[in-house]
Nanobody, 123 residues
Framework: QVQLVESGGGLVQAGGSLRLSCAAS????????LAWFRQAPGKERDFVAT???????VYADSVKGRFTISRDNSKNTLTLQMNSLKPEDTAVYYC?????????????????WGQGTQVTVSS
């Protein structure tokens, strides 16, 4: 069992930055693929970025060049650095973990999910 807890969300103006963190407890997940998804009101949960145990990364086109995903296996921590934020980035952001060795944007791949953290970008 893996427990995931997100933090770092908040309110920021357009063009600003936020740094989200996801702390994991339970068994270590150094080989797990980790990911961030987001869900805006009335919309489906969408892929944002993923990083494998081998540090391969994939980003959604909408965040490429603005967001950076990273992990620290020694601290069981996943991070999402978000720069140049836009109002359309407003959503609840979720971290997820899955016992796979390849990067995937599919929600079904990820077995464990956090409760989410709200990110609001004002115009």
């Amino acid at each position: 069992q893996v427990q995931l807890v997100e933090s770092g969300g908040g309110l920021v103006q357009a063009g600003g930055s936020l740094r989200l963190s996801c702390a994991a407890s339970g068994r270590t997940f150094s080989t797990y693929a980790l990911a961030w998804f987001r869900q805006a009101p009335g919309k489906e949960r969408d892929f944002v970025a993923t990083i494998t145990g081998g540090d391969s990364t994939v980003y959604a086109d909408s965040v490429k060049g603005r967001f950076t995903i990273s992990r620290d296996n020694s601290k069981n921590t996943l991070t999402l650095q978000m720069n140049s934020l836009k109002p359309e980035d407003t959503a609840v952001y979720y971290c997820a973990a899955g016992a796979v060795f390849f990067p995937s944007a599919r929600k079904q791949v990820y077995e464990y999910w956090g409760q989410g953290t709200q990110v609001t970008v004002s115009s």
